[in-house]
């Protein structure tokens, strides 16, 4: 018995070296990427550029032009070309610069005001700035949902974390608000609500969260959250004006027929909607297909949430079903998006730990989670058409998981809130 506190810090500190040796593994990987990617460039070829190259070129053109301009395609991709030639000091040819192709700013203004201060550090200090600050309400999330050191392992080492640091994306940050907000629910409605509201920079992601809310009665928090996004809208219009938002707006339609002209990356997509559209079927078939899957995915989350004074809450897979059936229902989410799928399977660990699981369950569960690590690879190869697995798996063992919650031995039950 006395060596049982001495065998469990041994593990919890297996759990963060092992964690953080894969995430430093996953930083050597995208440093020598990115080594590589100069050392084309420098021989003549195509440059590396991801997505924060777009990002950081947002924030330049608002340092120096109305914030409205991100929204006409030709002061945005002139802010490309700048950006481009500062992530490779001013030294790529005119064609090498153009190889970076235009990237539609598809974000709401409220999202500018976040991207803006990066513009006046250079291009690889804000990378590793910009994932810095994200990754703190992320971290966060998952300390909150996993409350030992497993965390750690988890949190670091999950495959889509190697995406989000690659393409240098939004990761971090809307995973980290969502699910700190989903975490809250229980103790701290309001607090979750805000952070829920401040998710709304990435809008198509919180397509389930109000539904969610609804069916489980967490009023205080719906309230929270809508007035968070009423009060960051205003705050927009404050310091920016009312012109990026009719740019915005203006620009929805556009950015939808960029589905119609292939302008996005298909096999880099995680949804049904490519996943269809790669097979060889017509894009109308092909959205139909997305509609259905958005409309199962909505059913099965006012199923799991529906509040009942007599029905066991079970949180963290309500929650765990949230996060998968959100990435089911969008019809566009690449690789890193897939970070949403860290936290759900944080909770269905803790879920398993907590009432027992069977050998076959931890296995899947593993595989599931370490098998995303080749859907980069299948993208770059043959395209994604696996992409969806991983969501599809989880959402599907998570409802499992719920519907073998024992009637012996129930949860904790709620009152409307």
Known sequence: ????????????????????????????????????GRHTAERGGTPLLTDFTSLYAASLLVRNQAA??????REMYRASLSAAQAAYDGKLTEKQAQAIGFHPWMYP??????????????YFV????????????????????LKDQSFWLIGLAAPPVFFNIMYGQTGFLITGLIVLGLA????????????????SVKPHFGILIPLALICGGYWQTFAAATLTVIGTILLSLL????DP????????????????????????????????????????IAWKGQLAAALIAALIVCRCWWWSPARPVQPGLEAAILCSATLLAVPMAYLYDLMLLVPAIAWLWKDMRERGYRLWELAGLVAVSTGMLGLRYTASQTGNLAGMLPTILLLAFSVWRLSMTSDS?????RSAT
Do not use: K
């Open 68 to 73: 409205a301009d991100l929204y006409r395609p």
């Open 409 to 413: 031995t129930p949860g904790p039950t």
């Open 184 to 199: 809250w629910l229980p103790e701290r409605p309001l607090l979750a609500g805000i952070c829920i509201g401040l998710a």
């Open 109 to 122: 203004p409220t999202f500018i005001l976040l991207a803006a201060p990066l513009a006046y550090l250079p």
């Open 126 to 145: 804000a990378w590793a700035t910009w994932l810095a600050l994200t990754s703190i309400p992320y971290l966060l999330a998952m300390r909150t949902i």
């Open 245 to 284: 938002w009719y740019g915005f707006i203006g620009t929805a339609v556009f950015n939808l027929q960029g589905f119609e002209r292939d302008a996005y990356t298909w096999g880099a997509m995680t949804t049904v909607l490519s996943a269809l559209h790669q097979t060889g079927l017509g894009l109308a």
């Open 1 to 36: 018995m006395t060596n049982t506190p001495l065998l469990a810090l041994s593990l919890a500190r297996r759990w963060t070296l092992l964690g953080l040796a894969i995430f430093i593994a996953y930083l050597l990987t995208v440093a020598l990427i990115h080594v590589e």
């Open 239 to 242: 310091l920016l004006g009312a």
